[in-house]
């Protein structure tokens, strides 16, 4: 019995996600990726997200859930925040301020090379 209740504890601990993770699910789950940055880098007018204070990004977020904005660039984020529930919003800003780089890098692997010649 007793082995059992470790078994399921150890299992149950290793398969809890973190906030962070939860988060880093979230923002490209939502999409945000797609405005902000796949590092939460920003792009043109959309700004970056990665390491910036969390309880300025949640005060934001909060905002945008409540549809204000301070100006109509500002405007498109209220449809990505009103679906949004508090655990959403400190989970998206834990990982945005947590963020390291190291943790996308598969996927924007600048030394990836594709060999051939595209099968021509
Ligand atoms: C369609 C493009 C788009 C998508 C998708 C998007 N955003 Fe934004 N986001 C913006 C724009 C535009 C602003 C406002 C820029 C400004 O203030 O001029 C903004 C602002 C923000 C801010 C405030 C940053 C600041 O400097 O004031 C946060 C935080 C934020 N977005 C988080 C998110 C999160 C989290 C998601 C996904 C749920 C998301 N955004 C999806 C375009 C987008």
Not at 38 to 61: D, I, V
């Amino acid at each position: 019995m007793r082995f059992i209740t470790v078994f399921f504890l150890i299992t149950t601990f290793l398969l809890a996600k973190t906030p962070y993770e939860k988060g880093k699910t979230l923002y490209i789950s939502k999409g945000c990726y797609s405005c902000h940055g796949h590092k939460a880098e920003g792009m043109h007018r959309y700004p970056s997200l990665a390491n910036r204070a969390k309880g300025y990004l949640a005060y934001k977020l909060n905002r945008f859930r409540d549809k204000i904005s301070d100006n109509q660039q500002q405007e498109m984020m209220i449809a990505y925040a009103v679906d949004l529930s508090d655990e959403d919003i400190d989970n998206l800003t834990t990982f945005l301020y947590e963020f390291t780089e190291d943790d996308l890098q598969e996927r924007y692997d600048d030394s990836f090379e594709t060999y051939g010649d595209g099968g021509s």
